[in-house]
């Protein structure tokens, strides 16, 4: 029997590479996105079709999910991808965006587990697979807070719900991937200056130059975390978190092996 696949985020990136490469291996896919009429290239796969959905609006979040079980029959698989990033100091972040940060990265991955739970319990069973990313595991990037605590909140909840969903044999996994070749990401990041203030300037500056230095031969490929999220939808790989890449392995063996104000000391001289 064909399974399904509910990707959010489709658009760009890794839910677009995560819609095609399951399209290809014979997966019915919802692939969602704020704008599904401007779309051309995933339309040209047969088995994938569009659906209209901002992950932080709740009604269309259950639209979305009633309309794509309604199409396939039902729902195998759901992975919550669509994030976004918020970088900058804290003090000059205006209101909105700090919580348009939370809406989308926090508050968008619960609104589409709830619309989909009562499915799932219904079949007795169903996969989540939740793309954080190393940065909700560990700290690495100064002027990065909310981008942070938005997965680190990701992290929590989902390690939250296993309690209360491994009853109905609804699986939950986490993936923590770092920069990959061919992200936008960078160029989606809202940066929140002051033109009035410098003292951050130095710290700024660094950051930048870092997060648009365009070596890729530093990132990932990206077909390495669209391989982890086929393990963990075929049941290949049962894994909670499957931390991807090398940025991110180093990292956490750093914070492993001393105590966390050193590891905290030592990403700040990087940056001094």
């Not at 259950?62 to 698989?77: E, K, P, Q, S």
């Not at 759901?78 to 926090?106: C, K, R």
């Not at 991955?109 to 990313?133: D, Q, T, Y």
């Not at 309690?163 to 699986?171: A, G, Q, R, T």
């Amino acid at each position: 029997m064909t399974k399904s696949i509910f990707i959010t985020g489709t658009s760009s990136g890794l839910g677009r590479h995560t819609a095609i490469h399951f399209a290809r291996r014979g997966w019915n896919v919802a692939a969602t996105m704020r704008d599904p009429e401007q779309e051309s290239q995933l339309v040209a796969h047969e088995r994938i079709r569009l659906f209209k959905l901002d992950v932080t609006d709740p009604v269309q979040t259950r639209a979305a999910a009633h309309a794509a079980i309604d199409a396939f029959g039902g729902i195998d698989v759901v992975v919550n991808n669509a994030g976004v990033g918020s970088y900058g100091p804290l003090e000059f972040v205006e209101e909105a965006t700090i919580d348009w940060q939370f809406a989308v990265n926090v508050r968008g991955p619960i609104n589409v587990i709830r619309a989909f739970l009562p499915h799932f319990r219904e079949r007795k069973g169903g996969r989540f697979i939740n793309i954080s990313s190393f940065m909700g595991v560990t700290t690495a990037v100064p002027t990065g807070s909310l981008y942070n605590m938005s997965k680190f909140a990701l992290e929590g909840l989902i390690e939250g719900l296993y309690y209360e969903l491994k009853p109905f044999n609804i699986d939950l996994h986490l993936v923590e991937p770092g920069g990959f070749k061919g992200n936008r990401f960078v160029e989606k990041v809202v940066f929140s200056t002051h033109p009035d203030i410098s003292d951050y300037d130095p710290l700024i500056h660094k950051v930048n130059a870092m997060m648009t230095s365009g070596d890729e031969s530093v990132r990932d490929d990206p077909q390495l975390i669209v391989d982890e999220i086929d393990a963990l939808a075929t049941g290949t790989s049962d894994r909670f978190r499957t931390l991807v890449g090398q940025t991110g392995k180093d990292l956490m063996r750093m914070r492993a092996s001393m105590p966390i104000e050193d590891y905290l000391a030592t990403i700040a001289a990087n940056f001094a």
